[in-house]
């Protein structure tokens, strides 16, 4: 059994040490998937249903460089219009750096790609997430998503792909595959963060504690009634001088 390892003070670390703790395998051969939540003591994965509520300081630093290291961040429909997202903004220098050493990033410092997941293409080709400045959003939906919608979207600037709702995790990770998305940020919500672990689709967790009880019936990080339990073995854990926790953990058998 693997030990927990020592805690280290975030002040301790600089971006780049914290760039060795974040990456990315070098060059996978296919989707590796990084899921990204925050909770508070007690458990709860939100406050009057947004994350945002939760987030510290430290929390907001690992975040952006999450990002600055992701080819395509991945997140549900639901916590899309929640947390009202629109495209990524990262730091171009970096991403291009970050790509030269093998850590993740982009040749020309271009921001990760926003990917939505909804199973009925329901969203708003007015919201943020169409009108930002930035790369064009991909759209995973259902072959059976009304075409009217998916209509909407594409001539809202959207990339559209339809997946088998009976193999939805593999569809969409066959699909950045192609795109040559390969480290995948998924920011959840609960319902996307269930699916993929009931499709032993997730490679690693990194989940940040925030120092407040909520109580409140927010719910957990993962839904899903299928999931089967997924040993993980822990990486680091992080300390900031607010209380802040900040683990990532790694599943015990990757893929390949």
């Excluded at 199973?119 to 072959?143: E, N, Q």
């Excluded at 001539?155 to 480290?183: M, P």
Aim: with cysteine; proline share 7%; glycine share 10%.
């Amino acid at each position: 059994m693997q030990r927990m390892p020592n805690a280290i003070q975030l002040t301790d670390l600089t971006r780049d040490d914290l760039v060795e703790l974040y990456a990315y395998p070098v060059e996978p051969s296919a989707p590796y998937v990084r899921v990204n939540f925050i909770t508070s003591i007690d458990g709860a994965a939100s406050v009057d249903g947004r994350s945002g509520r939760l987030g510290t300081p430290a929390d907001k630093r690992v975040f952006g460089l999450l990002r600055d290291l992701a080819d395509v961040v991945l997140v549900g429909a639901g916590t899309a219009r929640a947390e009202n997202y629109g495209a990524a903004h990262t730091d171009s220098e970096l991403r291009k750096r970050l790509h030269r050493e093998g850590f993740g990033g982009d040749p020309d410092g271009t921001p990760p790609r926003i990917a939505i997941v909804t199973a009925s293409a329901y969203l708003d080709p007015a919201s943020k997430l169409f009108t930002d400045t930035g790369a064009r959003p991909i759209i995973f939906t259902t072959t059976a998503a009304p075409d009217d919608r998916k209509k909407r979207l594409i001539d809202a600037g959207a990339d559209v792909i339809g997946y088998d709702e009976n193999a939805a995790t593999t569809g969409i990770l066959e699909a950045l595959d192609g795109l040559g998305l390969r480290r995948v940020l998924c920011e959840g919500g609960p319902s996307l963060f269930g699916q993929f672990l009931t499709a032993g689709a997730v490679d690693e967790l990194c989940l940040t504690i925030s120092p407040q009880l909520v109580g409140g019936t927010a719910g957990r990080i993962a839904v899903s009634p299928e999931a089967l339990p997924t040993p993980m073995n822990p990486c680091h854990l992080l300390l900031d001088h607010d209380g802040t926790i900040l683990t990532r953990w790694e599943r015990a058998h990757t893929r390949g």
